[in-house]
């Protein structure tokens, strides 16, 4: 089974139908998923934040956090990967808790797939072609499960 390092931006696509769900989805047809602790909080600020916008109810906010919660996803601590991460936040001048999940998957010789469009545009911009083959976006994550 492909283990994949997965963040928000891939997860909240699972319980919120939004633009790239059906590729989301088609991840878990047979991957296995990581990432680290600050998943959670991350999924936690964009259901808010897609309550303020008003994109979701509470309710609706509240359920498809009970689906996450309840996901299949493994959740690994942050503290080993506090050096590599702050080391590719600064190679990359780019937020450090991004870096974490590049951080996590050297650290576990796997891939990580994002659907943050932003954050791989940074990665294929100048010199950053040291983490290409460990990042994917989602799209082209799920054309091996279509």
């Known amino acids: 089974m492909n283990t994949l390092v997965i963040d928000a931006s891939i997860a909240v696509k699972w319980v919120v139908e939004e633009n790239g769900t059906e590729e989301a989805l088609l991840l878990r047809r047979g991957s296995k998923f990581i990432a680290p602790e600050l998943l959670v909080a991350?999924?936690?600020?964009?259901?808010?934040k897609k309550t303020q916008r008003g994109e979701l109810s509470k309710d609706e906010a509240l359920f498809a956090a009970r689906l996450l919660q309840a996901s299949d996803v493994e959740l690994l601590p942050t503290r080993v990967l506090l050096e590599t991460a702050t080391r590719i936040?600064?190679?990359?001048?780019h937020p450090a808790?991004?870096?974490?999940?590049?951080a996590l998957a050297i650290e576990r010789d796997c891939r990580f797939a994002t659907a943050d469009g932003r954050f791989l545009r940074k990665l294929k911009e100048g010199h950053r072609h040291q983490f290409r083959d460990r990042v994917i976006g989602l799209t082209d994550a799920a054309k091996g499960f279509a």
């Not at 991350?42 to 808010?48: D, G, K, Q, R, S």
């Not at 936040?89 to 001048?93: F, G, N, R, S, T």
Request: hydrophobic share 45%.
């Open 97 to 102: 808790y991004d870096c974490l999940y590049i």
């Open 89 to 93: 936040a600064c190679e990359l001048d």
């Open 42 to 48: 991350e999924c936690a600020n964009i259901l808010w």
